[in-house]
């Protein structure tokens, strides 16, 4: 990791890693720990949580004070926050991987609109790869951005009637073709 | 996909094609380049170990990937150049559809105004302004000369007014000290010389 991530105060407090059974306490832990974990991954720019994985990460095991998640305490935090709308289940029966929403797809969705009628795009035809990982996005903040949730913020431009996906005539990719604003 | 496919033409299809070409290109650009890095890795881990062979088939290798990126190279520049002049080609037949459709426009608007029916209209309307100044003559012909005497005369009055309003008001009284005094040295000059005179005729 580049620059590191400073964690609150409360990382470092022993309980706050063991789920408390108080029901107002345990909702105040379940929001903290969401909190940090929505800025540690904005901060990374990581979007995929993978349980068991980052179970040993500095996230949610902190080597100081010797205290580390349980998977199911982190699998009631991200229930909480896939109910808040912030995380999303990859699926909802297993639980051992989900999608970190810190910035929603709707607001993903206008940062592209954005990028296409500043690059003046519209009316031109884009393919998905080149969104996230072309030369023209660069330095933008999707660039990167995990394809489920691209795919999504697409969908939502495709609802409002400014994008259209579609397939090439050979091959499975898809591209999108920006219509400009009327959103 | 597929629901307003309406708004997708098969030229855009025909680009995305190419895009996606493009895109595919340089990832693989991508991965020869990381496969090149490595090469270099191993050749230096092979002299190492004193395995000159195998560290010369790392570079050799790696040369050929190189020559792989250049001409990868050239295929990307040739597919955005395809890819650009269809994109132009799309907008000039745009800019051509909308020069015809301006057109059309045009030659509507001008149907609707023959060139006989504005004629007419210039004569109807030099006709009308030529009946207006006939009007316009016969109602001021209705003055008869008594009424412009009448009316010059009171110009006249006017006039004389206005001037008598112009003219300084008259002081009712004269103060004595206000007398210039080169008006008094003039009237006393006269007296000198009368007396100069007096006294001449005396002397005579």
Redesign the interface.
Known sequence: MENSFSFPSIHNFPPFYTLQPTQTTWQNQALLWSEIILSYYKHHKLYRLNLSESLNSELFNCQEIRRKLKLDTLQAIIDTMVYRGTAEWDSPSKKDSAIIYWRKPEDWANLINNWVLETGMSN????V??IA??DSSEGFEFHGLDQTILMKALDILVKKGVA????????D???V?F?GMNG | ??N??S??T?Q??????L??Q??KLK?YQKKIQLVADRETQIAKEALLKNNKRGALLALKKKKYQEQLLSKTDAQLLNLEQLTQSI?FALVEKEVFAGLEQGNLILKEIHNETPIEKVEKLMEDTADAIAYQNEISEALSGKLTSEDEEEILAELDQIVKEQLVDKLPPVPEQIPQQQIPQEQKAETKQPQKENKQLEAALEAA
């Open positions: 031109s035809i884009v393919t790869y080149e990982h072309g259209q996906t579609f397939q090439g005539t050979s091959t990719d898809m591209g073709k219509f | 996909m597929g307003k496919n708004k997708i098969s855009d299809r025909a680009i995305l094609d895009k996606v493009r895109d990832q994109e």
